[in-house]
């Protein structure tokens, strides 16, 4: 049996970037380490989780919550480091 650090591991992504799909999609984080998944091996997806990572700091910032705002900004430059060919890849296109 596969435990919830089990599906994250094979998920490809950092806890914070699976809870950040997991708050903006409302979704549980373990539907989130799957969708993440999903994205990170579909044209298209990596920018897709670009853009949900970016629209989760907006609405933190929004919502006068600037610490957050700020551990999703982390969250991103970690993100775009990891996959910067996938994201420059898809830009070109």
Request: with cysteine; aromatic share 6%; glycine share 4%.
């Amino acid at each position: 049996m596969l435990t919830i650090n089990d599906v994250f591991e094979l998920s490809e992504l950092s806890e914070d970037e699976i809870a950040a799909i997991a708050e903006h999609e409302h979704i549980p984080q373990i539907c989130a380490a799957e969708y993440g998944y999903y994205l990170c091996h579909t044209e298209g997806g990596t920018p897709a989780l670009h853009r949900i990572i970016l629209d989760d700091i907006e609405a933190a910032r929004a919502a006068g919550h600037h610490e957050k705002a700020e551990r999703l900004r982390a969250v991103l430059r970690k993100f775009v480091q990891e996959h910067r060919e996938l994201l420059n890849t898809s830009q070109a296109e």
